[in-house]
């Protein structure tokens, strides 16, 4: 059974980098079927996509955030993580990470639980 | 970026109800369109993938269609289970883009 678990900081401070990472179970991120991704959602609306990244290390980044953003994958961990520098209360959301499907149609079959990072001082 | 545009953005309707969601895509995204159901306090879940593929282990009664901008996700026949936030995702591009979202709930 696939599993995804996002962990880090819950609370971080303006002007700060959010550093999240995402372990894998179950499954290899260097298998090569899959990409594995990170998607926010603030609270009460809609999903934000972030980025994804293959085992490679070739990265596909949201343009909204690319100035700010990398998008990492340790597969020697089997973890692949999320940094988002310069944050602002903008950037406070639930944040997911995902295993999408390389070779279909790029669907994001197994979601993590998510974890909430709230920008403050 | 892609623009997809869900309606509606609420809808009330019964168990035992048929319900049509509609997604429209600002230009032609082939069948690159997947489903997701989001209950409070989830993660999303996959349903429908390639505009009307059934991801394994979603009921029958859940169908996808459509093809190029406008699609549709249908529930033949709602169940108490059903109710919960719909959101339609573009993977034709990146960026990947959602719709907004129809919350649907019970009348």
């Known amino acids: 059974q696939v599993q995804l678990q996002e962990s880090g900081p819950g609370l971080v401070k303006p002007s700060q980098t959010l550093s999240l990472t995402c372990t894998v179970s179950?499954?290899?991120?260097?298998?090569?079927?899959?990409?594995w991704s990170w998607i926010r959602q603030p609270a009460g609306t809609g999903l934000e996509w972030i980025g994804r990244?293959?085992?490679?290390?070739?990265?596909h980044y949201n343009p909204s955030l690319k100035s700010r953003l990398t998008i990492s994958v340790d597969t020697s961990k089997n973890q692949f993580s999320l940094k988002l520098s310069s944050v602002t209360a903008a950037d406070t959301a639930v944040y997911y990470c995902?295993?999408?499907?390389?070779?279909?149609?790029?669907?994001?079959?197994?979601w993590g639980q998510g974890t909430m990072v709230t920008v403050s001082s | 970026d892609i623009q997809m545009t869900q309606s509606p953005s609420s809808l009330s309707a019964s168990v035992g109800d048929r319900v049509t969601i509609t997604c429209r895509a600002s230009q032609s995204i082939n069948i690159f369109l997947n489903w997701y159901q989001q209950k409070p306090g989830k993660a999303p879940k996959l349903l429908i993938y390639a505009a009307s593929s059934l991801q394994s282990g979603v009921p029958l009664r859940f169908s996808g269609s459509g093809s190029g901008t406008d699609f549709t996700l249908t529930i033949s026949s709602l169940q108490p289970e059903d109710f919960a936030t719909y959101y339609c995702q573009q993977s034709y591009s990146t960026p990947d883009t959602f719709g907004q979202g129809t919350k649907l709930e019970i009348k």
């Open positions: 995902a295993r999408v499907h390389s070779t279909s149609y790029y669907e994001s079959d197994i």
């Open positions: 179950g499954d290899s991120i260097s298998s090569g079927s899959h990409y």
């Open positions: 990244i293959y085992t490679t290390g070739s990265t």
